[in-house]
Protein backbone atom coordinates (compact mmCIF):
# COMPACT_ATOMS: atom_id res chain seq x y z
CA UNK A 1 0.00 0.00 0.00
CA UNK A 2 1.63 3.52 -1.00
CA UNK A 3 0.46 6.65 1.63
CA UNK A 4 0.95 10.23 1.58
CA UNK A 5 0.28 11.80 4.78
CA UNK A 6 -0.53 15.51 5.16
CA UNK A 7 0.34 17.15 8.46
CA UNK A 8 -0.71 20.94 8.85
CA UNK A 9 1.19 22.23 12.33
CA UNK A 10 3.74 24.72 12.61
CA UNK A 11 5.40 23.26 15.53
CA UNK A 12 7.62 20.30 15.26
CA UNK A 13 7.20 19.52 18.75
CA UNK A 14 3.41 19.79 18.90
CA UNK A 15 1.26 16.89 19.82
CA UNK A 16 0.14 16.69 16.25
CA UNK A 17 3.09 16.06 15.52
CA UNK A 18 3.72 13.14 17.51
CA UNK A 19 0.13 11.82 16.12
CA UNK A 20 1.80 12.04 12.55
CA UNK A 21 5.27 9.77 13.23
CA UNK A 22 2.24 7.89 15.04
CA UNK A 23 0.56 7.33 11.60
CA UNK A 24 3.43 7.12 9.12
CA UNK A 25 5.83 4.81 11.79
CA UNK A 26 2.41 2.37 12.52
CA UNK A 27 1.59 2.41 8.52
CA UNK A 28 5.53 1.93 7.46
CA UNK A 29 5.60 -1.08 9.90
CA UNK A 30 2.95 -2.96 8.50
CA UNK A 31 4.29 -2.74 5.21
CA UNK A 32 3.03 0.94 3.70
CA UNK A 33 5.22 3.01 1.22
CA UNK A 34 4.45 6.44 3.02
CA UNK A 35 5.33 10.25 1.97
CA UNK A 36 4.75 13.01 3.72
CA UNK A 37 4.33 16.65 3.00
CA UNK A 38 4.59 18.79 6.57
CA UNK A 39 3.23 21.65 5.01
CA UNK A 40 4.10 24.30 7.60
CA UNK A 41 8.09 22.72 6.79
CA UNK A 42 7.62 22.64 3.56
CA UNK A 43 6.67 26.70 3.78
CA UNK A 44 3.10 25.61 1.56
CA UNK A 45 1.95 28.71 -0.37
CA UNK A 46 -1.93 28.27 0.74
CA UNK A 47 -2.87 31.25 -1.55
CA UNK A 48 -4.47 30.83 -5.50
CA UNK A 49 -3.21 32.71 -8.07
CA UNK A 50 -2.41 33.08 -11.62
CA UNK A 51 0.90 31.86 -10.86
CA UNK A 52 -0.41 28.80 -9.82
CA UNK A 53 -0.20 28.05 -14.32
CA UNK A 54 2.74 28.38 -16.03
CA UNK A 55 0.27 28.46 -18.74
CA UNK A 56 -2.72 29.86 -19.29
CA UNK A 57 -5.76 28.84 -21.39
CA UNK A 58 -7.36 32.56 -20.75
CA UNK A 59 -4.85 35.05 -20.45
CA UNK A 60 -7.15 37.95 -20.39
CA UNK A 61 -9.91 36.61 -16.71
CA UNK A 62 -8.88 33.53 -14.28
CA UNK A 63 -11.23 31.01 -14.34
CA UNK A 64 -9.51 28.44 -11.56
CA UNK A 65 -11.08 26.00 -12.39
CA UNK A 66 -11.07 25.79 -15.88
CA UNK A 67 -7.08 26.56 -15.52
CA UNK A 68 -6.64 23.60 -13.43
CA UNK A 69 -8.25 21.05 -15.88
CA UNK A 70 -5.83 22.90 -18.65
CA UNK A 71 -2.47 23.25 -16.29
CA UNK A 72 -3.11 19.00 -15.58
CA UNK A 73 -3.76 18.77 -19.56
CA UNK A 74 -0.75 20.24 -20.03
CA UNK A 75 1.58 19.85 -17.28
CA UNK A 76 2.34 23.68 -17.04
CA UNK A 77 1.14 23.35 -13.57
CA UNK A 78 3.08 25.57 -10.77
CA UNK A 79 6.15 22.57 -9.46
CA UNK A 80 4.39 22.54 -5.97
CA UNK A 81 1.08 21.73 -7.51
CA UNK A 82 2.46 19.56 -9.32
CA UNK A 83 4.26 17.45 -7.05
CA UNK A 84 1.42 17.43 -4.42
CA UNK A 85 -0.80 15.90 -6.97
CA UNK A 86 1.36 12.96 -8.14
CA UNK A 87 1.55 12.23 -4.78
CA UNK A 88 -2.06 11.99 -4.01
CA UNK A 89 -2.67 10.09 -7.56
CA UNK A 90 0.09 7.42 -6.90
CA UNK A 91 -1.84 7.14 -3.36
CA UNK A 92 -3.91 4.32 -2.07
CA UNK A 93 -4.52 5.64 1.35
CA UNK A 94 -4.29 9.57 2.17
CA UNK A 95 -3.71 10.51 6.03
CA UNK A 96 -4.36 14.01 7.53
CA UNK A 97 -3.01 15.25 10.64
CA UNK A 98 -3.98 18.61 11.71
CA UNK A 99 -5.72 20.41 14.94
CA UNK A 100 -8.88 21.45 14.31
CA UNK A 101 -9.42 25.46 14.24
CA UNK A 102 -12.99 27.34 14.24
CA UNK A 103 -14.97 24.20 13.06
CA UNK A 104 -12.35 23.33 10.25
CA UNK A 105 -8.70 22.59 9.01
CA UNK A 106 -6.00 25.01 9.54
CA UNK A 107 -5.96 27.89 6.81
CA UNK A 108 -2.86 26.37 5.38
CA UNK A 109 -4.49 23.12 4.76
CA UNK A 110 -7.47 24.70 3.04
CA UNK A 111 -5.24 26.15 0.78
CA UNK A 112 -3.36 23.27 -0.39
CA UNK A 113 -7.01 21.59 -0.90
CA UNK A 114 -7.92 24.82 -2.63
CA UNK A 115 -4.57 23.99 -5.32
CA UNK A 116 -4.21 20.34 -5.31
CA UNK A 117 -7.81 19.16 -5.26
CA UNK A 118 -7.91 19.54 -9.09
CA UNK A 119 -11.09 20.41 -11.17
CA UNK A 120 -10.99 17.69 -13.75
CA UNK A 121 -8.91 14.61 -12.81
CA UNK A 122 -10.15 14.67 -9.23
CA UNK A 123 -14.06 15.61 -9.78
CA UNK A 124 -16.14 17.62 -12.33
CA UNK A 125 -19.67 17.22 -13.69
CA UNK A 126 -21.21 13.89 -12.57
CA UNK A 127 -17.99 12.74 -11.40
CA UNK A 128 -18.47 13.24 -7.66
CA UNK A 129 -18.75 11.08 -5.07
CA UNK A 130 -18.88 7.04 -6.13
CA UNK A 131 -17.98 8.27 -9.36
CA UNK A 132 -14.85 10.97 -8.13
CA UNK A 133 -11.74 11.25 -9.92
CA UNK A 134 -9.97 9.54 -6.50
CA UNK A 135 -12.84 6.61 -6.15
CA UNK A 136 -11.14 3.34 -5.32
CA UNK A 137 -8.42 5.57 -2.46
CA UNK A 138 -8.93 5.94 1.35
CA UNK A 139 -8.82 8.41 3.28
CA UNK A 140 -8.15 8.77 7.17
CA UNK A 141 -7.98 11.66 9.10
CA UNK A 142 -6.39 11.78 13.08
CA UNK A 143 -7.12 15.47 14.66
CA UNK A 144 -6.91 16.96 18.02
CA UNK A 145 -9.31 19.55 19.56
CA UNK A 146 -9.41 21.13 22.92
CA UNK A 147 -12.87 20.28 23.26
CA UNK A 148 -14.46 17.44 25.16
CA UNK A 149 -16.64 14.27 23.99
CA UNK A 150 -19.70 15.27 25.36
CA UNK A 151 -20.03 18.73 23.11
CA UNK A 152 -20.28 16.63 19.94
CA UNK A 153 -22.92 13.89 19.04
CA UNK A 154 -26.77 14.25 18.41
CA UNK A 155 -28.50 16.61 20.93
CA UNK A 156 -25.26 18.12 22.07
CA UNK A 157 -24.12 21.93 22.25
CA UNK A 158 -22.46 21.61 18.84
CA UNK A 159 -23.60 18.90 16.98
CA UNK A 160 -22.34 15.80 15.22
CA UNK A 161 -18.43 16.10 14.39
CA UNK A 162 -18.17 14.34 11.01
CA UNK A 163 -21.36 15.21 9.52
CA UNK A 164 -22.24 18.50 11.53
CA UNK A 165 -19.59 20.81 12.05
CA UNK A 166 -16.95 19.63 9.64
CA UNK A 167 -19.05 18.23 6.99
CA UNK A 168 -17.53 20.81 4.31
CA UNK A 169 -14.49 18.98 4.65
CA UNK A 170 -15.36 15.17 5.50
CA UNK A 171 -18.18 14.88 2.87
CA UNK A 172 -17.80 18.25 0.74
CA UNK A 173 -14.33 17.75 0.64
CA UNK A 174 -12.89 14.00 0.80
CA UNK A 175 -15.98 12.67 -0.19
CA UNK A 176 -16.78 14.34 -2.94
CA UNK A 177 -13.77 13.71 -4.72
CA UNK A 178 -14.47 9.89 -4.41
CA UNK A 179 -12.57 8.77 -1.76
CA UNK A 180 -14.08 6.61 0.89
CA UNK A 181 -13.88 8.34 4.18
CA UNK A 182 -13.00 6.40 7.29
CA UNK A 183 -14.58 7.38 10.86
CA UNK A 184 -12.02 10.29 11.94
CA UNK A 185 -9.65 9.98 14.98
CA UNK A 186 -10.25 12.57 17.72
CA UNK A 187 -7.58 13.20 20.34
CA UNK A 188 -9.83 15.42 22.73
CA UNK A 189 -9.21 18.03 25.67
CA UNK A 190 -5.53 18.21 24.17
CA UNK A 191 -4.15 21.23 25.44
CA UNK A 192 -5.90 20.38 29.01
CA UNK A 193 -5.05 16.87 29.70
CA UNK A 194 -1.60 15.54 31.22
CA UNK A 195 1.36 13.77 29.67
CA UNK A 196 -0.11 10.73 30.76
CA UNK A 197 -3.47 10.79 28.98
CA UNK A 198 -1.95 12.35 25.78
CA UNK A 199 0.53 9.11 25.75
CA UNK A 200 -2.87 7.01 26.55
CA UNK A 201 -4.31 8.91 23.21
CA UNK A 202 -1.44 7.84 21.18
CA UNK A 203 -1.43 4.80 22.06
CA UNK A 204 -5.18 4.70 20.96
CA UNK A 205 -3.78 6.14 17.94
CA UNK A 206 -1.81 3.56 17.04
CA UNK A 207 -4.18 1.16 17.11
CA UNK A 208 -6.75 2.76 15.32
CA UNK A 209 -4.02 2.43 12.61
CA UNK A 210 -3.54 -0.89 13.03
CA UNK A 211 -7.06 -2.19 12.55
CA UNK A 212 -7.69 0.27 9.82
CA UNK A 213 -8.75 -1.80 7.74
CA UNK A 214 -11.85 -2.89 9.70
CA UNK A 215 -12.77 0.87 10.55
CA UNK A 216 -16.04 2.33 9.63
CA UNK A 217 -16.72 4.22 6.68
CA UNK A 218 -18.23 7.33 6.77
CA UNK A 219 -21.34 7.18 4.68
CA UNK A 220 -21.88 9.57 1.41
CA UNK A 221 -24.53 10.28 -0.96
CA UNK A 222 -25.60 7.63 -3.00
CA UNK A 223 -25.60 8.81 -6.67
CA UNK A 224 -28.24 6.10 -7.52
CA UNK A 225 -30.64 7.21 -6.12
CA UNK A 226 -30.67 10.76 -7.75
CA UNK A 227 -30.94 11.45 -11.99
CA UNK A 228 -29.09 13.57 -14.16
CA UNK A 229 -29.37 15.92 -12.55
CA UNK A 230 -29.37 15.07 -8.94
CA UNK A 231 -32.70 15.47 -8.39
CA UNK A 232 -33.84 12.32 -6.11
CA UNK A 233 -35.73 10.11 -7.83
CA UNK A 234 -38.85 8.87 -6.81
CA UNK A 235 -39.65 5.46 -5.06
Known sequence: ???????????????CAAMRDVVAGELTAGGAEVTVSDLYA??????????????RRRSDHLIYA????????????????????????RADLLAFTFP????????????WIDRVFLSGPFYGGKRIYGAGG??????????SMGARPHMFGPGSLHGEL??????????????????????PFVAWHVPYVD??????????LRQAVRDLDARPLLP????????????????
Open 162 to 183: EFGMMRHFFQGTLGYVGLAVHQ
Open 195 to 204: ADRRAGMLDE
Open 42 to 55: MDFDPVSSAADFRE
Open 100 to 111: VHWYSVPAILKG
Open 134 to 143: LAGKRAFVAM
Open 1 to 15: MIVHLVHAHSEPDSF
Open 66 to 89: LEQRHGFETSTLSPDIQAEVGKIL
Open 220 to 235: MPDLTRYDETFAPLEG
